[in-house]
């Protein structure tokens, strides 16, 4: 039989708005889900299927006692995520992470939403702001936000939408690479979800190589900014050769650090330096190379890529790219259960919030989702506490940022990835020295601190969850 409520209507088919979609209609709740690729691409999107992952195949650390996104993971499993479920369904070896295969995530995720009996599909590019009739909408539109759409929301918000440039890394296949000069090892043998402890190929450099690799990158060609010129990076993904930009040393002590790996080929000799590539499918082969996002060239990427030992010879399978990311001023725009203050009934959700990776970006179109159908019950929308991993980011995003009094008019909020740093200090008094442990001070404190949170988080969202 027909629902006779009135849908919810999400527009975005990306990781926010699939999450949102699903849990409204989990709530028993009609929803139309509105996804223009299908009918207009976007510069980085492949395919046109539901959540797809368009930069890294990691959704990053899935430790839940002692790792701010092992959280908020955790959190959202206990909340029903799709987009967890789906991502544990088809996780490949990643270390201590949850990595994925991309098109088998994307897939699962495209069909549970396509045979979700309240929610219909419809490919089309929605160019303005929802038509009032649809009185309960979530934009979850994501960093590529079709312009039309864009300056509609600049011109119902009155504020520009601010952009940073995102960078995606190359792929290679597995089939390629020189294994008698690279080897398997996760980074001090950690074994993390569906892993061995040798989840990861590396590639190993000497000093002299390290050097001329840096002396390469910055000399290589790069994308020019044309109309996106000044527009500035977001530090969570910054191309390679711009961290090279930034010291010698820098990707050293970044993604090429040495440390907790041991050359299988040369036990007794250290490397100066190492490149990590991560399993990309579940076939393992394909292969993405760990933190290197970049804006070179095409043919700039082939070839500095190539002087990596062990890649001389590496098949591309993709490379890298720069796109652009848009997101809105959310703590002076959205009120705390992400409405639009100027307009009743009308959420955002996503990147598009100024919130930034993967599961960040899906939690927060759960929460939309949650709170749109509590909205249509005739309901409260029920926040998460503060000392949860979403709570904190739903915090930060809605007004916890810091306001910058010395240049009035300068937007200080900027795109935020989970981090320790968003939750409530603990009580005073809660970290304790263990019994018979005579230096407690520095990384060990640290570590106590944050699992302290990490459970306070865990069980303060089940004790949400209950009373929903």
Known sequence: MKSTVSPIHVVGGGLAGSEAAWQ????????????????????????????????????????????????IHAEMRLAGSLIMTCADKHQVPAGGALAVDRDGFSEAVSDAIEAHPLITVVREEITGLPPKDWDLTIVATGPLTSPDLAEAIRAETGADALAFFDAIAPIIHRESLDMDICWYQSRYDKVGPGGTGKDYINCPMDEAQYNAFIDALIAGDTVGFKEWEGTPYFDGCLPIEVMAERGRETLRHGPMKPMGLTNAHNPTVKPYAVVQLRQDNALGTLYNMVGFQTKLRYGAQSDVFRMIPGLENAEFA????????????????????????????????????GCEGYVESASIGLLAGRFAAAERKGQMPSLPPE?????????????????????????SFQPMNINFGLFPDLAPGSIVKPEGVKRFRGKDKTIMKRQLVAARALADCKAWLARE
């Open 24 to 71: 409204a209609a989990q709530a028993g709740v009609p929803v139309v889900l509105h996804e223009m690729r299908g009918v207009r691409g976007t510069d980085a999107h492949k395919t046109d299927g539901l959540a797809e992952l368009v930069c890294s195949n990691s959704f990053r650390s899935d430790d839940a006692t002692a790792n701010a996104v092992g959280v």
């Open 318 to 353: 993709r490379l890298g790219g720069l796109h652009r990311n848009t997101y809105i001023n959310s703590p002076v725009l959205l009120d705390p259960s992400l409405t639009l203050k100027s307009r009743p009934g009308l959420r955002f959700a996503g990147q598009i919030t």
């Open 387 to 411: 000392t949860t991993a979403m709570g904190s980011l739903l915090n930060h995003i809605t007004g916890g940022h810091i306001v910058n009094d010395e240049e009035p008019g300068k937007r």
